[in-house]
């Protein structure tokens, strides 16, 4: 069954409402959760490419990339959880795991499940809470993995268009 149906969230998937990039974040993190994260990467199977500016490199540790200098080439891990379905992360804080995704590769059931299903399998990897945010707004988020409801739920009331 499916953590939620496209038509009840279709609104938080419009990029012109959303913004095309919106953030994915699990907040209080350590760098051993970011190394689960790696972790869970590798054993699903899914498609990834770590990268340093624009040198392609094996995915590194994740205690060695959090403690790359200031000014050290930007770090990006882009994951494919599914064809044309991309996630990328900037490693941006150390507390902090975040994702951008695009939100043309999520439309309708089928990338939508997709898409539940990263955010469900990172959040039972980590046991906390994986949350979508509107691209740049960090007030309050749009739906997320909920550990308790072992699902994804939705987190604000539909927009109307």
Request: charged fraction near 30%; glycine fraction near 8%; hydrophobic fraction near 40%.
């Amino acid at each position: 069954m499916a953590d939620l149906l496209w038509d009840d969230v279709e609104c938080f998937f419009a990029p012109d409402l959303m913004g095309s990039l919106p953030d994915v974040r699990v907040p209080g993190v350590s760098w051993e959760d970011w190394q689960e994260v790696l972790d869970l990467v590798a054993e699903q199977g899914w498609q990834c490419q770590y990268s340093e500016g624009e040198t392609v490199l094996p995915v590194p540790r994740a205690e060695a990339v959090l403690s790359r200098p200031a000014g050290a080439e930007c770090p990006n891990l882009r994951v494919w959880p599914a064809a044309d379905v991309l996630a990328i992360s900037r490693f941006h804080a150390d507390d902090e795991v975040d994702f951008d995704v695009d939100l043309r590769e999520l439309q309708g059931q089928d990338r939508l499940d997709v898409f539940c299903g990263f955010l469900r399998e990172i959040g039972r990897r980590l046991g906390k809470r994986v949350l979508m945010y509107p691209e740049g707004r960090y007030g309050h988020p749009v739906l997320g993995y909920d550990p308790e409801a072992d699902r994804v739920v939705l987190l604000a009331e539909p927009l109307v268009r």
